[in-house]
């Protein structure tokens, strides 16, 4: 099995596929495909979709399926890309350490992977490589895993901001932390956005009945 059942089951639901692989963390995500979803969803999305278009994946659920509704929403999105090869940049003599010639460092990476305030990758350990699994137009926009990872079959996914690149990261969850909990389902964002459009339908029956009261 590529990744835990649970992880699996969950990429699943989100449209993705995973193909069987043993192999190292980068061979394990480079199992994982997308294609049929390949804008995952954020949470909170609802928080920025105005009330027309609430209407307008309301009647695209209605008329379509939950595929047709989700896919409207263009923001927060994650753009699942696993990056064709591991990130070097903490390695001398690799072309990703000369290209970015100590600009940046891993210090902040560090920080974020500690386990109960112990560094989980001692100075000592190898230079940490990473494999860039997405993106997004929001705040942070950069996903990866470490190629560490001891855990395989469930590794932690960190974050970084292209502004910020790599001076603050923030250790997001597990894998299936990402899929269960930050990314969401057709039917779940369906079911987010009926509970929106009732609220609204609410507000403005409540509104008609204040306004008729004035009169």
Known sequence: MTFTPETEVRIRALGGTVSPSTGSVHDRLQAVDFTAAPALVLEGFIDVVDVDVVTAMVQAADTHGSRAAASMVKYP???????????????????????????????????????????AYPPHHPPLTLVFIGHSEGWPNNYFVLCQDPNPENPAVYTTDHEVYFSEVEKLGSLLDLFARHIVTDDEVVGVVRDRYRQVSEYEQTEQVVQGSAQ
């Not at 390695?91 to 992977?113: K, M, N, Q, V, Y």
């Open 77 to 119: 999105v994650l753009e699942w890309d696993v990056s064709p090869a591991p990130f070097t940049p903490f390695s001398p003599g690799t072309p990703d350490f000369d290209e970015w010639d100590g600009t940046i460092d891993d210090a902040a990476l560090r920080r974020a992977a500690a386990v109960a305030g112990q560094d």
